[in-house]
């Protein structure tokens, strides 16, 4: 109901000022061989997310506690998108959510030990694979439990997997695909992989964003790259500006 009550497309133009790509399909951004819109993911539809939620037993949010959506005052963006996510959920849902300002220090304490219910979190991928988002679903990456002297369970920090989302499907797809032998049949099962955490509402996508950068007119031969490596060993500079 969430991810339906959103208009992604709305945050991208207005809030964002367009500086991002709305998160209309899955988790994995275009990257490499990966084409990320052959997943389908949460179109805005507030008829379907106000009909699910009242099968939840929460029609027109009524009875739904008041949420608190934790983030990191690290980054402007993150308060901009937070307020938009806010006013949606209440026009859409009749649902109450507070956004609750930390720094990212105590933001990562408490969402890798299980103590958010709702958080905003970003990901950038340390090298362009679809492999470096999706691992992060991954059910192997999940603690086990421990117990105290009582028998109460206690939750031992999760620092990959930081949802706890487990689904042995999602895990079958995942491990083929690394263990693939062809870049074809990889891409077919993170396509699956993907598609099946849209399909379980494991995340709220909201967009992928873009990076600018920019360069004086006399610089040559700098190496622009998704993965930020520097060669200078080709850079020159000219005396004339263009």
Partial sequence: AFNL???REKITKYSLQGECDPGIYGLVPSVGEYV???VNGFIFNPDKARELLAIAGYPNGEGFPELVLEISDGNYL?????EAVQSMIKENLGINVKIDHMSLSVLLERFENGKSDFFGVSWIADYPDPQNFLQLFHGINVPDFDYDENGNMILKPSYTNISRYVNPIFDDYYDKAIHAKTQEEAM????SADSLLISDAAFVPIYYGHNVRLLQNNVHGFPMNNMEYRDFTR????KKWF
């Fill in 36 to 38: 990320n819109n052959n």
């Fill in 235 to 238: 850079v020159f500079l000219s």
């Fill in 78 to 82: 993150n308060g901009i998108v937070a």
């Fill in 188 to 191: 077919s099962n993170y396509y």
């Fill in 5 to 7: 009550a959103i208009d």
